[in-house]
């Protein structure tokens, strides 16, 4: 476990049906889909390792029904793991009694589901406050509280308002507020867009980016759009029957898919898109020759700052120094292979 990992998930089952405790006991040390199905049992969760650093949004991608809501439950124990391992800053979730997890869930875990799940006989500010009120914050900070998270999301002037009197975007930013009131330092996110319609939805995800970059929350988000994973990630996780098939950066995932399910999601990514300077670039970069190039930018943002008749681009790190350069012609390369 490295320094900066904020949760562990460690060879973690989650098997649903009468028995499944016993599941191991089945086909030796690991039981497959057949064998667990065979038995009579589901295997929603299938041995998953995972880490997430602090601050980066990790993000848990694949088709309805492969597991991604059954393993981020898991992670807050929200479902029972039936096996494995899970560490938050550390500690070991498993053996934490019950009353510790409600303490955790309630004072250091946010949640957000796809459907709203407001209150809907409270006003905007009381749902928003709910979770302070149930720790037992007083009234009058709990609502100043409240009142500030309904701002960040761009709600100022709807704290009176019900639930039904909003849109669903609106609805999704008080849920989004609400999950944010207690501050939390790990913050998971399941589909909590994908009852939006696609404009709207845009919308939010770049409001989501930017409420990121003030508040740099540790994030477990979940989706099941290739395309908004990628928007937000800092790292992927790819899941299909329980599993996860492959994790990565957006990039390690689009420029090498480890197989064809998680091909078939990147086959419509622009890549240039998605791919970094910094992996393209050439050694042997010359500061003196033309305009710089940020090695974070993408292929894609860097392509116009070629003038015409222009072979390379000098590239720079953060701090201005030469790392290398960008040639037109891997540039073109990039942008013709999709
Ligand atoms: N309480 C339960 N009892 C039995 N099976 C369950 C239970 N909860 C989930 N499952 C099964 O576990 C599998 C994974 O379900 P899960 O809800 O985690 O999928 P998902 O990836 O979140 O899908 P979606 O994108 O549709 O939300 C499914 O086959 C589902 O039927
Ligand atoms: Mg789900």
């Not at 904020?6 to 499944?20: D, E, I, P, Q, T």
Request: charged residues 20%.
């Amino acid at each position: 476990m490295t320094a900066q990992a904020k949760l562990v998930c460690r060879n973690v089952w989650k098997v649903f049906g009468s028995g499944a405790a016993d599941f191991r006991n089945l086909a030796g040390p690991a039981p497959t889909l057949e064998s667990l199905s065979r038995a009579g049992l589901i295997g929603a969760v299938r041995d998953v390792n995972l880490e997430v650093r602090t601050g980066e949004i990790f993000v848990i991608m694949g088709l309805s029904g492969s597991g991604k809501s059954t393993l981020v439950r898991c992670l807050s124990r929200l479902v029972e793991p039936t096996a494995g391992e899970i560490l938050f800053n550390g500690e070991n979730l498993l053996a934490a009694s019950d009353a510790r997890m409600i303490e955790i869930r309630r004072h250091q875990m946010g949640m957000v589901f796809q459907h709203f799940a407001l209150l809907p006989h409270l006003s905007v500010l009381a749902n928003v406050a709910f979770p302070l009120e149930v720790q037992g914050v007083t009234r009058a900070e709990r609502e100043a509280r409240a009142a500030k998270m309904i701002e960040l999301v761009g709600l100022a002037g709807k704290e009176r308002f019900l639930p039904r009197e909003l849109s669903g975007g609106q609805q999704q930013r008080v849920g989004i507020a609400r999950s944010l009131a207690v501050e939390p330092e790990l913050w998971f996110l399941d589909e909590p867009f994908s009852a939006l319609d696609p404009l709207i939805r845009r919308e939010m995800q770049d409001e989501f980016i930017r409420l990121q970059s003030v508040l740099k929350k540790t994030i477990v988000f979940i989706t099941h759009d290739f395309d908004e994973a990628i928007r937000l990630a800092d790292k992927i996780a790819i899941m299909k029957d329980g599993e996860i098939v492959q994790a990565g950066t957006p990039e390690d995932i689009v420029l090498s898919p480890a197989t064809p399910y998680v091909a078939e999601f990147t086959r419509n990514v622009p890549k240039a898109k998605v791919v970094k300077v910094a992996s393209i670039m050439r050694p042997g970069g010359d500061a003196a020759a033309g305009p710089a190039v940020s090695a974070a930018l993408t292929v894609a943002a860097a392509a116009p700052l070629f003038a015409a008749g222009m072979a390379s681009l000098n590239v720079v790190d953060p701090a201005g120094a030469t790392v290398g350069r960008l040639n037109r012609a891997d540039v073109v390369d990039l942008m013709m292979s999709g």
